[in-house]
Every structure is written in structure tokens, then in C-alpha cells.
């Protein structure tokens, strides 16, 4: 191994993915935020303010305020338990869970978002499966990624029954993370493999997957799929950074330093800049220098 890639191949990133969606009787969706679980080569992202997204003042306000106020949005939601029934209770078991899994109590969100799913309609297999979604972000939250694995299949069973393919192919994809967490890896790849199938537009899939590939040491795989996010979403500095990596490790720096060097002249403020000029900064190191174990 050379030392420029010794000095990368230590970086270890836990594959990111983004907000998922938790159904309602509104007809919309609710975003979930996905726990803090990013690897030290990955900066943590901003979030958006989230959207309105039920028509009943108490439970909107949980929903908006769950991931900027999570605080506030459990005391709403626990209110609305009191005296809720019906799609009302589970929308309010469904606030209570973002809720909780923004404040990091992830037993106790996985738990809400099951008695969300258990209070749904046996026939509302795409929201039965949306909830068993959030039950499984919340297990990958607390480290039992085996019970995550298992939750994410649940759901996809349900995704197929609902003849979501869109569905199923987003819970594919996130649930190469608790399946790459367990070292299972062939089993991450072929979820990743199905998930660009069925979501061939969506740039988070081929970042995941180029991730996966760096991490793997498939360095050319790694690099087309890294293409494929830029064309997609050619904005998102997140694909700058990991497409430096992929060319710092692949032993060509004047690309990797061109994706980083782009990084900071897009957002000079931002969590991505920062780590833009750290591994700049790592590049310019000695040839002699020792790799730095993460």
C-alpha cells in the first residue's frame, strides 16, 4: 500500500443516507431524521426546517417541530396521546417516535414506531412497511444492527406487497448500512445492487454505493458510480468530497485536490469545507509521514 492511500484508507465512513418518510392519514408524508450516525469522513449535514404536513393544528406543529424542537414536539405529541383516538393516535405515536429518535432515545422511538405500524389498517401494507422503517432506524440508532436487518426485511416484505417499487427500493438501500455495520458486506452490495435498479435517478444510492466500493477497495467501481451521483445532483458537495477520496486512493491528486478545492470555493462556510481542507491538507503531508489510524 502507498502512503497516500494508507493515509485515506483508515477513514472510515459508515454509509449515510437520507431523511426517511413515515406515512398519514393526511395523505402526505412526514420526514424522518436519520440518527446521527455518519462516519469520520462524512460531516454531519445541515437540516431543513421540516414542512407542515397534517391538517390538525397539535399534530402538525409535533411534526414540524420534531427534528428543530424535538422537545417540544414530544411534549406535543404525548398531549395528543391523552386524548387522540384513531388515525389521530397514531399520527401522535408517529410524532412521538420522530421525536424520540431526534433526542436519541431509540428504544423508545423503535417501540413507538411499532405500535404505529400495529395500530395501522392490516391492509395498509405501505405504511405498515413505512413505520417498520422507522423502527429500524431507531434499532440501527442503539448498535443492534441485527434487529435493524431485520426490520428493514420486514419492511421491504411489506414494500413488495404494496407493489411500491420505489419503496422497496429505498429500504434496500438504507439497509445497507446495518448490513455493512455487521460485516455483510456481500449481502450490503447486493442491496445496494437492487436498490440503483429500482431508484436509477436517485444520486444518494450512488454515493452510498461508490462509498461502499471505495471501502471495499474497488477503486474503478467506486468511480463510476461516483459519476453517476455528480451528473445527478452535480450540487451536493457530500459527492465532492467522496469523489476525492476516490481519487486520492486511486493515486490521483491533482483530481482530488480539484473536488476538494471545488468543496470550499461552493460553500467556503460549510462542515464540508472543513473536512475538504483537513484531507487537502493530509495530501500536502510528507511522503514519509505515518498513516493516521482513525
Not at 133 to 154: E, K, L, P, Q
Request: one cysteine or more.
Amino acid at each position: 500500500m502507498t502512503i497516500l492511500a494508507a493515509l485515506f484508507s483508515s477513514t472510515l465512513a459508515i454509509m449515510q443516507v437520507g431523511p426517511y418518510t413515515v406515512p398519514n392519514p393526511g395523505g402526505r408524508t412526514a420526514r424522518v431524521p436519520k440518527p446521527a450516525l455518519e462516519g469520520r469522513d462524512t460531516p454531519k449535514k445541515s437540516v431543513a426546517p421540516l414542512a407542515p404536513v397534517l391538517p390538525r393544528p397539535a399534530i402538525e406543529t409535533c411534526y414540524t417541530r420534531a427534528d428543530i424542537d424535538p422537545v417540544a414536539a414530544l411534549s406535543t405529541a404525548d398531549e395528543a396521546l391523552t386524548v387522540k383516538t384513531g388515525a389521530e393516535h397514531t399520527d401522535a405515536l408517529a410524532c412521538r417516535a420522530i421525536a424520540l429518535t431526534a433526542l436519541e432515545r431509540y428504544s423508545e422511538a423503535e417501540a413507538d414506531f411499532i405500535a404505529a405500524r400495529d395500530a395501522l389498517p392490516a391492509d395498509d401494507k405501505r405504511g405498515r412497511a413505512e413505520f417498520q422503517v422507522g423502527a429500524a432506524i431507531a434499532a440501527d440508532g442503539r448498535a443492534a444492527y441485527t434487529t435493524a436487518v431485520d426490520h428493514f426485511a420486514r419492511a421491504k416484505a411489506l414494500a413488495k406487497e404494496a407493489e411500491d417499487t420505489v419503496l422497496v427500493g429505498r429500504i434496500a438501500r438504507d439497509s445497507a448500512s446495518s448490513l455493512y455495520k455487521l460485516g455483510r458486506k456481500d449481502e450490503a452490495a447486493a442491496a445496494l445492487a437492487e436498490a440503483r435498479a429500482a431508484l436509477p435517478a436517485d444520486a444518494t444510492t450512488f454515493v452510498i454505493s461508490a462509498r461502499a466500493a471505495r471501502l471495499a477497495g474497488k477503486l474503478p467501481e467506486a468511480q463510476a458510480f461516483i459519476e453517476v451521483a455528480g451528473r445527478l445532483d452535480p450540487l451536493d458537495l457530500g459527492i465532492g468530497l467522496e469523489a476525492g477520496l476516490i481519487a486520492a486512493m486511486s493515486g490521483r491528486e491533482d483530481a482530488a485536490r480539484k473536488s476538494w478545492q471545488s468543496v470550499i470555493a461552493t460553500a467556503p462556510q460549510s462542515a464540508e469545507a472543513e473536512q475538504a481542507k483537513a484531507w487537502l491538507a493530509r495530501l500536502s503531508a510528507p511522503a514519509t509521514a505515518p498513516a493516521k489510524a482513525n
